[in-house]
């Protein structure tokens, strides 16, 4: 599929954000075919292109490659009325302004919403923050482990011993991009009826809650009982055994929602007969079960046990690392994995946008950009002086 294909083509995104959540939501405009204009500073541009792991041939992280791929980088520095200026510019004629920045720093430089749309009335503006913009977190650090650590979520990981655990991924800046996202392709639709831009607004924190939404209905509306997770082999903190992940002798074995009577049938397992015909006693003796599951799991490798669950229907399956994933028929089937080069010799394997149109998943060939890189094209372009 050709970039001039997507839904997207011919929009112009400003990205003013740095580290995730901001430009996990270019990414994925840049995916469905925006033209995606990274603002960097100068001297070293967004501060992830130091973190985590270094590639070798760039000295950007790889995370930075991972988030920025195919995206220009404009070098500004923001202190400098000239380059200011030709920022303004810039947005005059963009549709889409993305920005993160800690609360207070975007109305210090004057390009806040209000003063963003007297440049350009149609421009659909986008803030991402750590906990919104009213309240006493307002000035905490907008950072993941943290957002975490204030939204709840870490209790329904882990085991019911083990105290809260946070997720082993950045979930917060992934899901806040996701949902800036929606609310911009929304923002797009109705500025194509109206004519007009809109602010779009939302939080690490906000998605962090929009993520348990299951969770915290059902806690606010049984008179705040608060769930119980598993002692052993806990998934979900509101689900009744088998629920779980077990070790076989292979390896790992994943049961989702499963009849006990049936896997008891299933797995020839008399020991479970005292819980057959109770299912009330699934979850109020779910780790009993999942402890007798467990013993019986683990007497045969993972195969043995797909051999028996899957033809019956069980919803159950191999747990797998990332070397496995990749060498999957599975994923193969699903082509979500590209090369992306930049012409200085830098090449890095990534992944692929989920999305797929007109049954083609868009596909690109540039790296992340070298800080500044389409600085003087850009400049000629829009004539930012």
Same mark, same amino acid.
């Given at each position: 599929m050709s970039e001039n294909a997507l839904p997207l083509s011919g929009l112009v995104v400003v990205d003013m954000s740095q580290f995730l959540s901001g430009p996990y939501c270019s990414l994925r405009l840049m995916d469905l075919g925006a033209r995606v204009i990274k603002i960097e500073r100068p001297d070293g541009g967004d501060l992830s292109r130091g973190l985590y792991l270094s590639d070798s041939e760039s000295g950007d992280?790889?995370?930075?490659?991972?988030?920025?791929?195919?995206?220009?980088?404009?070098?500004l520095d923001l202190k400098n009325p000239a380059d200011m200026a030709a920022l303004r510019k810039l947005i005059a004629r963009a549709d889409v302004l993305i920005q993160n920045f800690r609360p207070g720093v975007i109305e210090r430089l004057g390009l806040h919403f209000e003063a963003a749309r007297?440049?350009?009335?149609?421009?659909?503006?986008?803030?991402?923050?750590?906990?919104?913009?009213? /309240?006493p977190w307002v000035a905490r650090p907008g950072q993941d482990l943290l957002a975490q650590s204030r939204s709840g979520v870490m209790w329904l990981n882990g085991d019911e011993g083990e105290g809260p655990v946070p997720f082993g991924l950045a979930i917060g800046d992934m899901l806040a991009g996701a949902a800036a996202a929606q609310g911009i392709l929304a923002a797009l639709v109705r500025r194509g009826v109206t004519g007009k831009g809109s602010h779009v607004?939302?939080?690490?924190?906000?998605?962090?809650?929009?993520?348990?939404?299951?969770?915290?209905?059902?806690?606010?509306?049984?008179? /705040?009982?608060?769930?119980?997770?598993?002692?052993?082999r806990s998934a979900h903190a509101y689900l009744a055994a088998p629920y779980g992940v077990y070790a076989a002798a292979d390896g790992y074995?994943?049961?989702?929602?499963?009849?006990i009577a049936k896997l008891a049938d299933l797995l020839h397992m008399e020991e479970l007969s005292p819980y057959r015909a109770d299912p009330k006693s699934w979850f109020t003796a779910r780790d009993a079960i999942k402890r007798l599951i467990a013993a019986k799991i683990a007497t045969r490798p993972v195969d043995h046990w797909l051999s028996i669950l899957e033809p019956a229907d069980i919803w159950c399956a191999k747990v797998l690392g990332w070397p496995e994933l990749?060498?999957?028929? /599975?994923f193969a089937a699903l082509d979500m994995l590209q090369t992306v080069k930049r012409g200085d010799?830098?090449?890095?394997?990534?992944?692929?946008?989920?999305?797929?149109?007109?049954g083609e998943r868009p596909e690109f060939q540039r790296a992340a950009p070298r800080v500044g890189e389409h600085t003087a094209a850009i400049r000629a372009e829009f004539e930012l002086g």
């Open positions: 992280s790889t995370i930075f490659h991972a988030i920025n791929r195919s995206k220009e980088s404009l070098a007297e440049i350009n009335p149609r421009l659909v503006y986008c803030s991402i923050s750590g906990y919104g913009e009213e /309240g607004q939302t939080s690490l924190l906000e998605a962090l809650v929009d993520l348990q939404v299951e969770v915290l209905t059902v806690h606010m509306n049984s008179g /705040g009982k608060l769930p119980k997770r598993s002692d052993f074995l994943a049961i989702a929602m499963t009849p990749l060498s999957s028929d /599975g010799g830098v090449s890095v394997r990534t992944t692929r946008s989920p999305i797929r149109i007109d």
